[in-house]
């Protein structure tokens, strides 16, 4: 039972993790994608937001969608961290906290420094993902040594040992 608990906790674990990566490399993507537009367009970040939703590429981003069918009259930045906080349970509170604040300083600056901070957003992203990945792959293998020992127990205790 106990082993049965253990493994079910750690698929659970294992899906969170995974979902976790999925939205840090979705977050990264859509800095590049603003970057993208932000280099090549003059095109105001409510046409930028609704260009990544068309896209089909930030599936794993929800807030997106609500950030544009949101009514923008009290701010982009606002709703846009309004929409982080409501839409985006799985990322961390760092993670969630850079998003909230590159929405907030887009719009705010020449080209060039909305450029800077996508980029900046974009490395911050990369490597939080990064981090968690190194931090999957160590529990993996915990898990994995702590199964066999649990196993190795058990036949020992089954076989009379």
């Known amino acids: ?29 859509l800095t590049s994608f603003f970057a993208s537009l932000i280099s090549h367009s003059d095109e105001s970040l409510p046409v930028i937001v609704h260009r990544a939703c068309q896209s089909g590429n930030f599936n794993r981003l929800g807030f997106l969608e609500s950030v544009d069918s949101a009514d923008l009259s009290e701010g982009f930045a606002r709703v846009w961290s ?20 590159f929405g907030a300083r887009l719009g705010k600056t020449d080209t060039k420094g909305q450029l800077e901070l996508c980029e900046f957003c974009k490395s911050r992203f990369e490597y939080s993902e990064a981090q968690l990945k190194k931090k999957c792959s160590e529990q993996i293998r915990l898990c994995r040594v702590t199964g066999a020992a649990v196993g190795v127990l058990l036949f020992v205790l089954l076989s009379g040992g």
């Open 82 to 101: 309004g929409c982080v906080e409501r839409y985006q349970p799985c990322l961390d509170l760092q993670s969630k906290n850079l998003l909230k604040s």
């Open 1 to 29: 039972m106990l082993t049965a608990a253990s493994v079910l906790a750690g698929f659970y674990a294992g899906a969170r993790v995974k979902l976790r990566c999925e939205t840090l490399e979705q977050c990264t993507a």
